[in-house]
């Protein structure tokens, strides 16, 4: 796998994003290539201090950095040159396959939608987070990408969230829940009740609504593929 | 004190709550009276298997229960003689000066407005939660009497719980922070972010955005009047 990371994302980067990529590269032999994407003099300094010379590390030099204080949206349009943007662009060109970037969630999301779309039929994109339960690991979808979604979003959310869950995952015939204030059928807000009523006409295969204490409850759904 | 209790509302009612009732009057002499609201048959062989005879206590038969299953504003219009509405009517006559209910919080919320309205200038009511800190305690506002807020409702809660603090707890110039999904001025959804330009223009001692973990962190306002 090729994967563009953006060194300069994240509280203490680029010291700690390079420190964890090398630790990466020794335990992952099926990273191909690995893109380290910001600013060269800095990551090169790091990799010195580390005494990293893996062959398949490419430092791609980006002049600027979008940081946690500034709006994502304007940052993305008017930071060409940020390192998130190109990292973003090394998958649109086919360079890498994916983007690792601990920065401004708001930023990736932004630079991603604005040069790489989203899929036919999907709005918004979503974050998708892996969390374990007692038995296995679950989706937690959309976990950042949206302060604000609407219904409609969720429903989109939900069948990228029980696709990934059987193809990446290999669950056979995911369960989608809807995280809501109760667990009965009509409690939530105006968004998540409107939600529900969509699942629950799906083709998914839908629960109903869950609250955050049933979570890491354990599952009885059987994890094929994937290893936490 | 004269408090009305909802006998019959929570999960293990009546049975937990006339527990409680009974362990509250022995620690607490400032009650002077308590109303048990709800099924009076119940009620009187709960009391019996304690063996409590305590005479502050007087039996307010109400024959409806509303359970955690129903609409809250439906059910509080169609039962009249449910146990949360008849409390609420002992604090509307001034029997009570208090209502207590471990049941459906919607209801308890519908209720209260209905019958007591809500103060001037205040157009939703909300649950204030008190929480400990490190150090003392705050309060947490709305903590589940709207599933959805405006940004003017959010202004009015802030300063519901500023008056609480200063007049209740005894802190001096209480400060008022927003929770949201960032600490940055421009973190949040669109309601937030409302709340946040409303709440900075606002004589309320605002601090700005917090998050989650932020809550429990240790605080330097002196509680003077509040034990927990």
């Known amino acids: 796998m090729r994967i563009a ?28 290539k690995l893109y380290l994407v910001g600013d060269a003099t800095a990551i090169g300094t790091e990799l010195k201090n580390l005494n990293c010379q893996d062959p398949r590390i490419e430092i ?11 709006s994502a949206a304007k940052a993305v349009r008017h930071k060409k040159d940020a390192s998130i943007c ?7 060109n086919g360079s890498a396959e994916a983007v690792v970037s601990a920065g401004h969630t708001g930023a ?13 039929g999907i709005e918004r994109p979503a974050v998708a987070c892996l969390l374990p339960t007692e038995s296995n690991v679950f989706v937690l979808i959309d976990a950042g990408a949206n ?17 990934f869950s059987e193809h990446v995952l290999g669950y ?12 009965e059928d009509m409690k939530g807000n105006d968004v998540t009740k409107e939600a529900f009523k969509l699942l629950k006409a799906s083709s998914l295969n839908f629960r109903g609504n869950i609250e955050g204490h049933d979570l890491f409850e354990k599952r009885s759904g059987r994890l094929r593929r994937f290893h936490w």
């Open 5 to 32: 990371l953006d060194a300069m994302g994240g509280d203490y980067a680029p010291k700690n994003i390079i420190e964890g990529a090398a630790l990466g590269l020794k335990e992952l032999p099926e990273i191909e």
């Open 60 to 70: 791609y030099h980006a002049s600027e950095v979008i940081t946690m204080k500034e």
């Open 86 to 92: 190109r990292a973003v662009e090394l998958v649109k």
């Open 108 to 120: 990736a999301v932004a630079a991603s939608v604005l040069k790489l779309r989203t899929l036919k």
């Open 147 to 163: 302060p604000d979604s609407t219904p409609e979003n969720l429903i989109q959310f939900a069948i990228m969230g029980a696709v």
């Open 172 to 183: 056979k015939n995911p369960s989608v829940a809807l995280m809501s204030i109760g667990e």
